[in-house]
C-alpha cells in the first residue's frame, strides 16, 4: 500500500479545522472544502446525519447549525469552523431524556426504513424551536416539504410533530 | 419470479407456483395442519430446528430468520410470532436475520411473503421448542404435559414448581431436524400477535444508534467508489492508471476490463476520483437505446414473446356491446432516499460482505460466479440499509464492494453509490402497455374480458443456478453472463401479476407479450407488474360501468363472487361516504372553479393476498390540469393480523408511495442511459401533496395471514385514475397523470 497521498500540502501547515458539534469542540483533519456530512459520518463517527441525494434536495443530511437548519452535504467544513454550534440528532437527546420530538415519532411509530428519519426530526426540531405553540398541521407539511420520505410515512411525521409540539406548549 | 435460491429451485419454484393453492393448507389452526405434505413448506426446505430458534443452557433465547428487515417491521412481526409460540416477553429474544452462516435460507424478502411463508415456518419451529421443554417438566415431574403452564419461559407445575428454559434446555438437545407436525397455540389462545407491539427498531433510529450498514465503521476501512461508463453500452478504451493512482487520496485503482473502481481514505475522495476518471477515460460508445423508438413503441412493435396464460371461455352469445382501451406507464424507479451501500473484507481466501440485500443467499451465489470463488468460501451477512421497494442497487453494489476488497485483502472496504449513480445504474421499474376489451351484454354486464400487457421483465434478481445478475460483472476482462430470463408464472406472475381478473367474468383471457432484451435494465419494483396491471382493469371497469349507467360500486359487486373483496368494498365505500351515480364520460363535476371527483380502486394482491379498497378524492385545475388529492380511504383484509399497526403503516406507506407514482413519476433517458439523476429530473411526493389518509382494517384471526406489504399501490393508483375521471369526464390513458397530459384529456 501506498502512503498517503496528502490533499493538500499547505493544510499541514495551518491549524486544522476546529468544529464545535453536540458541544464538544473537535479538530478535523479535513480539506475546509470538505462538505460537513463526511466530517460528521466519517471522521466524528456520527450515525444521525444520513447522506441522501447530495445535493440538498432530500433532507436527509439535516443538522441544526446555530439552531438553524442546514443541509449537512451543502456545508462546507471550513463554513462552520469556529463559533458555530453544529446540533446533530444525537445531540439532540437521547433514551434516557429525549427530545420531545424523539419521544414522539416513537410514540407514533413514524418511521418505517427510518433512513429520512433523522433529518426529519431535525428540520421538526427547528421549526418547534420557531414555533412554541400553536402550530398547524399545514405549517408542520411547510415546514418540511423539502424533507423527503420514500416510504410514505408523512401522516406519521405530521402527527408526530404536532404531538411533540402540543407537548411543549403545555 | 428470479427469486430461486440455488440450491432449492424446484421446491421455490413450486412454492410461487402455488401459493394461491397452498394459502388453503396453511391454515393457523390446529385442526387444518393434519393435511398433507406436513409442516410449513419453508420448515420441510430448511428443517434444521437450530437454524431457527436456539435455547441455551445460559438463558438466552435466539431466534433466527431468513427473512430481512426492509423498513417493513417484519423483525418486530416475527418476534411476536416467536414470542407467542415461545411463551416468552418480546424483550426477551435475541433476533439473527439474514446470515449465510446462521439463518435458513429463505430466498428473497419479496413478494409480501414474509409472514405467510416465513412466519408460519418460525411459529412451528418455536412450537416444537416449546413442546419439547415443557416435556423435559413434564417427564421430570412424573405429569402430564397439558398440566403445566409456561409464563416468560418459566415451566409452572402444579405446588408451585418452577422449571426454566434455561434449566430444560441443558438436559435436552434442540439440535435436531424439527417436528414438522408441531402445533401452534390456537389463535384465541394468543396474546401477543394481534397486538400492535411497537416496532423495536425505532428507537435506535431516533436517537442515531448505529443501525444502517452506512453507520458501520470497522477500524481500517478505506472508501470505495466506482467510475462508471458515461453509457450503459460504452466500453473502456484506455485510461492513464498512473495519472488515476495519484488524484488526491487515492490508495489504488482497480481495473478489470471496462470496470474501474477507486479505493481512497476518505469517502468524498474517492468519489471525487471516480467522477474525474469518467470524465478523463477514453470510451467506446454503443448503439442508440430501443433504436431510437419511444419506450411503448418498442415494446408493442418489437418481437416478444406472446403467450396466453390464462383464459376461460365464454358462452357464446352475441355482445350488445364492445369496449376497448389501450393504458400505459413509463419507467419508474426506487428512488431510495439512501443509496446502496456494501462493505466487504477479503482475508486468507475468504470473503465476507455485509449488504442490505433482499436475499443473502441468491445474492452469494451470484456473487461466488461473478468473483468466480466458492460460495462457501463466502459469507453474506444482512444489515439494514434505506428501504428499497424491490431490486435497486443493493445487491449490484455488494459485487463492487468485492471486487475491490479483493484487490487489498485484509481492509474493509465500503462502497456507497453516489445518489444519481443509484438512479442511472439501478435496474428500474418496466415501462408497460395494457391493452383491455370487453364484451358487455345487453343488461351492461361484461361477458368476456380480455387483457393483454406488453412488458419488460419484473424479476431480473441475483438467485438463478447460472450467470450473475450483478451489473459489474457485465463490464469485467471476462464477463459473466446474466442468467436467463423468464417472467414469473401465475398465478403470482410477473409482467401478469394482477391482470387476470378478480370478478367473475364468464369468459376471461390474459395474454403476455414479453421481452427479454432490455435495453434499460428493469427488475423488480415494488408488485413488479401488479400496480399497472390492476389500475388499468381497475380504470377499464369504471369505463364499462359508465356505459351501462350503473355506479362504480354497485357494478363491481355485481361482477364479484369473492365475498372478501366486496367486504372491502363495502367497508370503504362506508366509511368514504360515497355518493352513488354512474360516471358520466364527457362530462365533468363543476365545483366552483375546480373538478372534482372521487374514484374507487380494489385488488386481491397476487389474486391470493390482501384484499385492499381505496377511494380517492381530487380536484383537478381546468386552467393548469394540476391534480389536487383532497382524501384518501382505505379499507384492508389480509386474514389474521400480527401486528396491526404494522399493517396500517404499510398500508398508509403504500398509498403515499403510488399516489407519488400515479401522478409524478416517469424516467427519461437520453441515446445511452437513463438521465432522470436527482429528485429534481425525478420528484416524488412531498408533503404537501399528500391528503388526509383513513384506513380501516378488517381483522380475521380464524383466516391465515396474508401478505400486506405490496396490498395498496395498485387499489391507490387506480382510485386516483377513477377519481380523475369522474371529476374531468374524460380517460387519461398515460401514467404519470402529469398537469401536460390532464389537459390535453380535458382539450381533446
Known amino acids: 500500500m501506498k502512503a498517503p497521498a496528502t490533499q493538500h500540502g499547505a493544510a499541514e501547515e495551518m491549524d486544522m479545522p476546529r468544529i464545535t458539534v453536540n458541544g464538544r469542540a473537535t479538530e478535523v483533519d479535513a480539506d475546509p472544502a470538505t462538505p460537513l456530512i463526511y466530517v460528521l459520518r466519517n471522521d466524528l463517527a456520527l450515525n444521525g446525519p444520513k447522506l441522501g441525494c447530495g445535493r440538498a434536495q432530500c433532507g436527509a443530511c439535516t443538522v441544526l447549525v446555530d439552531g438553524h437548519a442546514a443541509r449537512s452535504c451543502q456545508v462546507k467544513l471550513g463554513d462552520v469552523a469556529g463559533a458555530q454550534q453544529i446540533t446533530t440528532l444525537e445531540g439532540l437527546g437521547t433514551p434516557e431524556a429525549p427530545h420531545a420530538l424523539q419521544a414522539a415519532f416513537i410514540a407514533e411509530q413514524a418511521a418505517q426504513c427510518g433512513y429520512c428519519t433523522s433529518g426529519m426530526i431535525m428540520q421538526a426540531a427547528a421549526l418547534l424551536a420557531e414555533r412554541r405553540s400553536g402550530l398547524t398541521e399545514a405549517q408542520v407539511a411547510e415546514a418540511l416539504e423539502h424533507n423527503l420520505c420514500r416510504c410514505g410515512t408523512q401522516p406519521r411525521v405530521v402527527r408526530a410533530v404536532m404531538r411533540a409540539s402540543r407537548q411543549q406548549g403545555a | ?170 438436559r435436552v438437545s434442540l439440535v435436531r431436524p424439527a417436528n414438522l407436525a408441531a402445533q401452534r397455540k390456537p389463535p384465541h389462545a394468543g396474546t401477543i400477535i394481534g397486538t400492535s407491539l411497537p416496532r423495536t427498531d425505532i428507537p435506535a433510529k431516533v436517537f442515531g444508534q448505529q443501525v444502517f450498514i452506512h453507520d458501520m465503521r470497522p477500524e481500517g476501512m478505506l472508501f470505495g467508489a466506482i467510475a462508471r461508463p458515461p453509457s450503459y453500452a460504452a466500453r473502456l478504451v484506455a485510461l492513464d492508471m498512473a495519472w488515476a493512482e495519484a488524484l488526491p487520496g487515492v490508495v489504488k ?42 419506450a411503448f413503441e418498442y415494446l408493442t412493435t418489437e418481437p416478444a414473446l406472446t403467450r396466453t396464460i390464462h383464459s376461460k371461455a365464454a358462452p357464446a352469445s352475441t355482445p350488445a356491446r364492445t369496449h376497448v382501451a389501450e393504458y400505459r406507464r413509463g419507467f419508474q424507479a426506487h428512488a431510495s432516499i439512501g443509496a446502496s451501500c456494501s462493505l466487504a ?44 421497494y424491490g431490486h435497486n442497487g443493493a445487491d449490484d453494489v455488494a459485487l463492487d464492494a468485492a471486487l475491490l476488497a479483493r484487490a487489498m485483502p485484509g481492509r474493509t472496504i465500503r462502497v456507497h453509490w453516489t445518489h444519481e449513480e443509484e438512479m442511472v445504474w439501478e435496474p428500474w421499474g418496466s415501462a408497460m402497455v395494457v391493452k383491455l376489451e370487453a364484451a358487455m351484454g345487453a ?13 419488460f421483465p419484473h424479476s431480473t434478481r441475483p438467485g438463478d443456478r447460472v450467470g450473475c445478475n450483478l451489473r459489474s460483472a457485465w463490464y469485467l476482462e471476462n464477463p459473466v453472463a446474466p442468467s436467463p430470463i423468464v417472467d414469473g408464472a401465475l398465478p403470482n406472475g410477473a409482467s401478469a401479476r394482477n391482470a387476470v381478473p378478480i370478478y367473475d367474468f364468464p369468459g376471461q ?36 360501468a359508465s356505459l351501462a349507467g350503473v355506479d362504480p360500486v354497485a357494478y363491481r359487486i355485481r361482477h364479484l363472487a369473492d365475498q372478501r373483496l366486496v367486504a372491502v368494498l363495502r367497508k370503504a365505500v362506508e366509511i368514504s361516504g360515497w355518493q352513488p351515480k354512474p360516471v358520466v364520460m364527457g362530462r365533468g363535476n363543476a365545483q366552483g372553479a375546480r373538478l372534482v371527483g372521487t374514484g374507487v380502486g380494489m385488488t386481491k394482491y397476487k389474486n391470493s393476498d390482501s384484499h385492499v379498497a381505496v377511494v380517492a378524492r381530487v380536484s383537478v385545475d381546468p386552467a393548469t390540469g394540476v391534480v389536487r388529492l383532497e382524501k384518501m380511504w382505505a379499507a384492508t383484509e389480509a386474514g389474521r393480523a400480527i401486528n396491526p399497526d404494522g399493517i396500517t403503516n404499510q398500508i398508509e406507506g403504500g398509498m403515499v408511495q403510488a399516489a407519488s407514482w400515479t401522478l409524478l413519476e416517469e424516467g427519461r433517458w437520453d441515446r445511452g442511459r437513463m438521465v432522470s439523476e436527482d429528485y429534481t429530473a425525478y420528484p416524488i411526493i412531498d408533503f404537501e401533496r399528500i391528503p388526509p389518509i383513513e384506513s380501516v382494517l378488517i381483522d380475521r384471526p380464524d383466516l391465515p395471514s396474508l401478505g400486506v406489504g405490496e396490498g395498496s399501490q395498485g387499489p391507490t393508483g387506480a382510485a386516483i385514475a377513477n377519481a380523475i375521471l369522474d371529476a374531468t369526464g374524460r380517460r387519461v390513458a398515460e401514467i404519470p397523470f402529469t398537469p401536460e397530459r390532464v389537459l390535453a384529456a380535458l382539450r381533446a
Request: neutral net charge; proline residues 4%; aromatic residues 6%.
Open chain 2, 1 to 170: 419470479m428470479g427469486m430461486q435460491t440455488p440450491t432449492r429451485r424446484g421446491f421455490v419454484a413450486g412454492l410461487a407456483a402455488g401459493a394461491a393453492g397452498l394459502a388453503i393448507g396453511f391454515r393457523l389452526d390446529a385442526s387444518a395442519q393434519q393435511a398433507a405434505p406436513v409442516g410449513p413448506p419453508m420448515l420441510r426446505a430448511n428443517p434444521k430446528l437450530d437454524s431457527w430458534v436456539r435455547l441455551t443452557p445460559d438463558g438466552r433465547i435466539v431466534v433466527l430468520t431468513g427473512r430481512v428487515e426492509l423498513g417493513q417491521g417484519v423483525l418486530t412481526a416475527m418476534r411476536q410470532i416467536a414470542a407467542e409460540e415461545l411463551d416468552v416477553a418480546p424483550a426477551r429474544l435475541e433476533l439473527i436475520s439474514g446470515d449465510t452462516a446462521e439463518t435458513a435460507n429463505e430466498g428473497v424478502t419479496a413478494g409480501s411473503q414474509s409472514i405467510k411463508f416465513g412466519g408460519e415456518a418460525l411459529a412451528v419451529a418455536c412450537a416444537d421448542a416449546r413442546a419439547t421443554l415443557v416435556n423435559v417438566a413434564a417427564e421430570t415431574w412424573g405429569v402430564e404435559r397439558a398440566a403445566l403452564n409456561v409464563s416468560d419461559g418459566v415451566i409452572e407445575g402444579i405446588g408451585g414448581r418452577r422449571m426454566t428454559y434455561a434449566e430444560a434446555a441443558a
Open chain 2, 253 to 294: 485503482v482497480v481495473r478489470d476490463g471496462s470496470f474501474i473502481g477507486v479505493i481512497a481514505r476518505r469517502e468524498e475522495q474517492a468519489n471525487d476520483a471516480a467522477r474525474r476518471i469518467t470524465a478523463a477515460a477514453q470510451w467506446r460508445d454503443g448503439a442508440a437505446l430501443f433504436g431510437g423508438k419511444g
Open chain 2, 345 to 388: 473484507k477479503f482475508e486468507d481466501g475468504k470473503l465476507t460482505v455485509w449488504s442490505h440485500t433482499q436475499g443473502p443467499f441468491p445474492l452469494r451465489g451470484d456473487l461466488a460466479r461473478g468473483l468466480r470463488m466458492e460460495p462457501e468460501a463466502i459469507r453474506v451477512i444482512h444489515a439494514q440499509g434505506s428501504g428499497c
Open chain 2, 443 to 455: 343488461d351492461g354486464g361484461i361477458a368476456s374480458w380480455g387483457h393483454d400487457v406488453w412488458s
Open chain 2, 509 to 544: 383471457r390474459v395474454t403476455t407479450h414479453f421481452h427479454t432484451a432490455m435495453p434499460v435494465r428493469t427488475s423488480a419494483l415494488r408488485t413488479l407488474g401488479g400496480y399497472f396491471n390492476a389500475v388499468a382493469a381497475e380504470m377499464f371497469i369504471d369505463e364499462c
